[in-house]
């Protein structure tokens, strides 16, 4: 069974720049939220995509978008970077259809500094 | 608003001795409360989990008490291990409202020295 995997694992952006972040969810999870994690913060949510269609977002404005794909792996761009947009983004899948438990499962996540 | 909140940032114990992670929580919406534990390089995982019609739920040798009433969790672990350092966090979730995703604390960083 393959795990969450992320990728790129660091990246350098400068401010204003767009960036792309891909995330592999675990086999068999339909349902993929993104979170970020800003150093010394717990991770906050982003949004989630269950079945290729955005069903949750968090406090985050409308340069935070992202894409999920028939095969349920899913992006995360950003646009218009700016230096407090700095910190871990974690990628995470659950199994949907099953009554959610809060379980979800993590990527190691993508190290994003801007510059 | 940090509706999930953990006061220490960090807690030092010696080997074989209990660790106790503390977490209080303001939003009433949560059906369900989850520890994390987080290595350096490495996503968070599971630990352990607690409905919020429980008080109390065991796994080996991680506990996790919950007091509705004061809004307040706990972690215990015992006996500690120095496999045991790593970020611990506590998170929030439920089915409806602003508790449909989870929320986490700001994460307390155990040391169990050997």
Redesign the interface.
Known sequence: ETGVTQSPTHLIKTRGQQVTLRCSSQSGHNTVSWYQQALGQGPQFIFQYYREEENGRGNFPPRFSGLQFPNYSSELNVNALELDDSALYLCASRPGGAPNTGELFFGEGSRLTVL | DQQ?K?NS?SLSVQEGRISILNCDYTNSMFD???W?KKYP??????LI?ISSIKDKNEDGRFTVFLNKSAKHLSLHIVPSQPGDSAVY?C?G?G?SGSA????????TQLTVLP
């Open positions: 999930v953990q940032p369900y409360f989850l994390y390089a490495e996503g968070p995982t599971f989990s966090f998170a979730g089915s449909r995703q989870l929320t986490f604390g700001s994460g």
